[in-house]
């Protein structure tokens, strides 16, 4: 990376790439640093976190921070824990909920974010397209995907959306709370203590 972490922040917060496309409006949401020790590679802010501009300030927050078993102020020191979600502006709502990230974002951003953040111990993939791109999971569901959490390594793994629009899911795969969670804790507490 050519630039200082910070001019990159700058760059990325104002960005206007895809304002064409976005009803709500461009505001880049995400939380980084170069010290960060866990990186949770989301989708896209959801239309509460686009007017708050905090990244999981919503119900889907405080069930991560629960998987997660961390408090608010570790889920929010940017120097522990980076927040860099596949799309990082709001990208509208959709027929069934809100539409996927923006294509262009990911490409634009990302490459530059994760080299410059050369500390994190632990990815956490939350949802379809972060899965896409970090582990390459082609057209597998998130189910099979997530079902699968063993088999990524110690450094990535892989999550359902923690949205209350996934409580049908999380009551139909009671596995994942029993094993995945407590194995979720543990891998959480170790990155943050190292």
């Known amino acids: 990376?050519?630039?200082p972490f910070s001019q990159l922040c700058r760059e990325a917060r104002a960005c206007t790439l895809c304002e064409d496309e976005?009803?709500?409006?461009v505001r880049p949401v995400f939380q980084a640093d170069p010290a960060a020790r866990i990186l949770i590679a989301g989708q896209a802010p959801g239309l509460r976190v686009h007017r708050s501009g905090v990244p999981f300030k919503d119900a889907s927050g405080e069930r991560l921070r629960d998987w997660m078993a961390v408090s608010e102020s570790t889920f929010y020191d940017p120097s522990r824990i980076a927040?860099?979600?596949?799309?990082?502006?709001?990208?509208?709502k959709g027929a069934s909920g809100d539409l996927p990230p923006r294509p262009e974002c990911a490409p634009t951003w990302r490459a530059d974010f994760l080299?410059?953040?050369?500390?994190?111990?632990?990815?956490?993939?939350?949802?379809?397209?972060?899965?896409?791109?970090?582990?390459?999971?082609g057209?597998?569901?998130?189910t099979d995907v997530v079902r699968d959490w063993q088999s990524v390594g110690e450094a990535v793994l892989p999550?359902?959306?923690?949205?209350?629009r996934n409580n049908i899911w999380l009551r139909k795969n009671p596995w994942f709370e029993e094993s995945v969670?407590?194995?979720?804790r543990e891998r959480v507490a170790r990155a943050l203590s190292s």
């Open 1 to 3: 990376m050519s630039r």
């Open 22 to 25: 976005l009803d709500a409006g």
């Open 83 to 92: 927040i860099l979600p596949m799309g990082f502006c709001y990208p509208g």
């Open 115 to 137: 080299s410059a953040m050369p500390r994190i111990a632990l990815k956490l993939v939350i949802g379809q397209y972060a899965q896409q791109w970090h582990l390459e999971s």
């Open 139 to 142: 057209r597998r569901s998130v």
């Open 159 to 164: 999550l359902p959306h923690p949205s209350p």
């Open 181 to 184: 969670v407590p194995a979720l």
